[in-house]
């Protein structure tokens, strides 16, 4: 398969996996055996209708019970022949033990195998809808430690989890993923078959928390070739590398080893600031640093005249602090960075 070639739903059974909802084996066992006696229940139904054209080995008349045994006999790939009970009670035996144990033996011998080729079926027709129909979701590449914190930013954002494609090649971050209820892709980032999997193309937001400067380089690349409008945001080690994302397309670029080595010098001597800050960046722990549009009551104002602390004014995609001369007043089109409170 060339790159780029569109790949069959079902060939992505085990590459892209879509997060059901777990349920307990006994609701799903009796669902299937009152499926069973519903199929039953219409089959000897149906032979009833037309029970002028069958007749037992005595050449009576079928009465419903007997149309029953039939309905039994025959669903249960038993079939009939010169052996087979005549009175209603043999019948009604034969229909309320022996089918039952039949249909138990039925299931130890095959059930494994439906399972699992009723769970491709499923997963491959979930997968095609999901395909169809995913737009403005958030792709983010890598689930480890960055990863999942990004993951749990964006749901404490207000996200939907069916709005989140994680993309990773590690088979147990990817369990991880799938069993917090993510949609999840298996394979490199780096290649833009698997970034297209994920649905890049469609994507609002594309997460790069990869472990390697060099990998999150090569990803930021192909998710902007894909997308070229959506927000790439990516973690890096190094801050010698920030200028090598902002030239493959990144519009955010996080230093990590820099952020926290800043946090580490300030606990020393006011631990306070850093605990105020992780309050900021934890959605539930209190406060927030949050986005929102202008009011229209707040057009042609300060932004320091507003109710809530503002911290900047994002004009035209470039962000300006509320102490910088060049904010002025609101405009209509502006956005406003401020403090805002969870109530958590």
């Not at 005595?58 to 007997?66: E, K, P, Q, T």
């Not at 209820?181 to 297209?196: I, Y």
């Not at 306070?272 to 229209?296: K, Q, S, Y």
Request: aromatic fraction near 4%; charge should be neutral; glycine fraction near 8%.
């Amino acid at each position: 398969m060339t790159d780029g070639e569109p790949r069959a739903d079902f060939s992505l059974v085990g590459i892209l996996r879509i997060p059901q909802v777990q349920t307990s084996p006994w609701s799903s066992l009796l669902r299937r055996v009152l499926l069973a006696v519903a199929l039953l229940v219409v089959s000897a139904l149906v032979v009833y209708w037309g029970r002028a054209g069958y007749h037992d080995i005595a050449g009576d008349d079928l009465s419903f019970l007997d149309c029953f045994y039939y309905a039994a006999v025959s669903l249960s790939t038993t079939g009939y022949g010169d052996i087979s009970p005549v009175s209603p009670t043999a019948r009604l035996v034969n229909i309320l033990i022996i089918t039952p144990l039949r249909v138990i033996f039925l299931i130890l011998l095959v059930g494994t195998t439906l399972s699992v080729l009723t769970e491709r079926s499923r997963q491959a027709f979930k997968i095609q809808r999901w395909r169809r129909t995913v737009r403005n979701h958030t792709v983010v590449v890598g689930y480890g430690t960055k990863g999942r914190a990004a993951v749990d930013a964006v749901l404490g954002d207000g996200a939907e989890r069916s709005g989140i494609v994680v993309v990773d090649s590690d088979a147990g971050a990817l369990r991880a993923a799938n069993n917090a209820g993510l949609v999840t892709v298996h394979g490199s980032a780096t290649k833009s078959d698997v970034l297209r999997l994920a649905g890049v193309e469609h994507a609002a937001s594309v997460v790069v928390a990869t472990n390697r400067d060099d990998t999150a380089v090569l990803v930021t690349l192909t998710a902007r070739e894909l997308n070229a409008t959506a927000s790439i945001v990516v973690a890096i080690r190094e801050v010698e590398n920030t200028h090598l994302l902002r030239q493959s397309g990144a519009n955010s670029v996080v230093v990590s080893s820099e952020t926290a080595g800043r946090l580490l010098g300030i606990a020393t001597t006011t631990p306070t600031v850093v605990e105020m800050m992780e309050d900021l960046l934890t959605p539930e722990a209190g406060f927030a640093i949050a986005e929102r549009a202008v009011g229209d009551n707040e057009i042609g104002s300060s932004p320091r005249d507003l109710g809530d602390i503002a911290l900047g004014v994002v004009r035209d995609g470039v962000l300006t602090r509320v102490g910088d001369p060049a904010v002025g007043s609101l405009r209509a089109a502006d956005r406003v960075l401020y403090i805002r409170y969870t109530g958590r």
